[in-house]
Nanobody, 125 residues
Framework: QVRVVESGGGLVQAGGSLRLSCAAS?????????MAWFRQAPGKEREFVAA????????DYMDSVKGRFTISRDNVENTVALQMNSLKPQDTAVYYC?????????????????WGQGTQVTVSS
């Protein structure tokens, strides 16, 4: 059983930056898992933000964050990070880290087996 815990959310002004971190434990090294970030704004469905494959060879981003967000991972420290720059009010949401066994990345929530509790990101205009 993999436990996933996010941290690093907060309040930031538009144009600012935040770095989210995700720590995974309990399932051995996360090198066996593909990792992703999703977000959910009030009244909306959870949506895909970014993903990185188990070996780091594949990354995927939703169109609206390309060029602003970067997903990275450290398989030694069992952590995944989401660096968010040039933040916009529409980025406001609860951000979730997710993990799935295997090398492939997906944009759908049902493909991910393990989820964190989420961390709030609020961007003020």
């Amino acid at each position: 059983q993999v436990r996933v815990v996010e941290s690093g959310g907060g309040l930031v002004q538009a144009g600012g930056s935040l770095r989210l971190s995700c720590a995974a434990s309990g399932g051995g090294t996360i090198s066996s898992y593909s990792m992703a970030w999703f977000r959910q704004a009030p009244g909306k469905e959870r949506e895909f933000v970014a993903a990185r494959s188990w070996n780091g060879g594949t990354t995927d981003y939703m169109d609206s964050v390309k060029g602003r967000f970067t997903i990275s991972r450290d398989n030694v420290e069992n952590t995944v990070a989401l660096q968010m720059n040039s933040l916009k009010p529409q980025d406001t949401a609860v951000y979730y880290c997710a993990a799935r066994m295997g090398s492939a990345t997906y944009r759908t929530t049902r493909e991910y087996n393990y989820w964190g509790q989420g961390t709030q990101v609020t961007v003020s205009s």
